[in-house]
């Protein structure tokens, strides 16, 4: 893809101080895309046919896609490397006069994939004309003119998360300057290859690119999912996560079930018995001081918690959900607190596989997810005490034989050395009730008066962190794709509807008026 410039990047109107045209930004760009349907779905279908795994090879070529269409649309794009690091793309569109400067944060890495659990190869976008559990069937991709169907789905890899931002936002800067509409902000533009993966150079880029990046006065983050209503959604914060594996140990080898079952250790039972303690039946975490090492929130935090809309019945019925942990407190109420999940758990096999053996060991990985407040250290100590609390003997590595017969109980704890710390704006922060005002005008023009939801925090985990808490500036989240998406699993897919109103909110936030502020 290459788009077409209407006039050339050195006689744009952002750098020759052009008036602003009669009409506004989000008039512009809905128009542009009304007559670009096609193309723009096009686009987007070839930008996610790059595969985009952190620290592959592939993955450059991918960030070469980007910064060379952030160049077509007249933004000033670079590559910044680092040795053995997934390439950030960093593009700056300077306005004259302009008295601030908003930072986009988009990621265009993703995770990883097995096409075998794919309906198609996921890096061959595949259009569908719903979605495949609503009866939808595959489809053809429309001719320049031809009609689309916001109902459409476009399955692939990352069309969800988060490749759908980046194909919002080349649309709206194209149309801008096509019709001679200024940003009423600089923009400084940042795509991270990493985030997937952690991030875990991000921190070195952005100490690396210091000058540029202090001048930005708030982040925008343009990742996430909707609302589960569908309404359009807001969020101020997000949670931290890092991960941890406890292995326990019976026997130095498998043994034989029926010789020496009811008498050797069953590390399946163990385990089990482990895991239980730490949690109980109605999903609240019993280990001592898990609920006592968070912020809490503030008024307006408050405020907006109360006002969100009460899903939780229709989305229990969507997922087959008779009960849900923590009853009666709801999703977002649940999601400002810290939780301990079992993400993996391997004891022997199953299925056609299983055998009558008792298992050497057992093996649970645990994730946690951290709210404002949590540190990484604090909550894996109270993991790892807790663990102790049950009579294990705790080890940072597999026994020897003289640990094994000296402690009945050993739990070896791995993990838990980095991870990602939670991070949360304040609602009353000047700048983000601007950029909510910017929002709520783009929900209210894409889905009604009032459509816009606020909400204090979501569950996933983005590095907002390392621009709040590190570069020390206000940091919003700005989701756009549909809640039903399949992040992060096969058969991921974005609704075009939301990659519509993605160019409108974009639209909107980059003609901000200054008088916000």
Known sequence: MRLLLLVAFAA???TTGIPLAAQSGPDVARAYRESNEASILRDFAELLSYPNRAFTPEIREAALYIRDEMRAAGVDTRLVEIEGASPLVLG???????????GIYVHYDGQPVDPNNWTHDPFEPTLYSAAMEYGGGPIDM?????????????????AGDDKAPIAAILPV????????ITPTSNLIFMFDGEEEAGSRNLGAYMERERAVLDQVDIWLFFDGPAHASGRPQLTFGVRGSFGMEVTVYGATRNLHSGHYGNWAPDTGNVMAHLLASMKDEDGHVTIDGWYDTFDPIGPEERAALEAMPDWDAELKRELGLAWTEGEPETLPERLLVPALNVRGLTSGNTGALARNVIPNEAVAALGIRMVKGNTVAQLRALIVDHIRGQGFHVVD???????RLRYPRIAKVTGGAGGSIASRTS????LAQS????????????????ALVVAPGMGGTLPLYLFTDVAGKPAVVV???NHDNNQHAPDENLRVANLWYAIDLYASLMTMPETIF
Do not use: C, I, K
């Open 12 to 14: 744009t109107p952002w």
């Open 92 to 102: 700056v569109l300077e306005v004259p006069g302009a008295t601030r400067t908003l």
């Open 142 to 158: 429309p001719d320049a003119g031809e009609p689309v169907d916001p109902e459409w789905r476009l399955y692939a890899r990352s």
């Open 173 to 180: 800067l194209q149309a801008f300057q096509g019709e001679g």
């Open 397 to 403: 590595e597999d026994p020897d034989m003289e640990t």
């Open 427 to 430: 609602m009353a922060d000047p």
């Open 435 to 450: 950029v909510m005002a910017a929002a709520s005008n783009a929900a209210d023009r894409a889905f009604g008066e009032g």
């Open 479 to 481: 989701p756009v794709a």
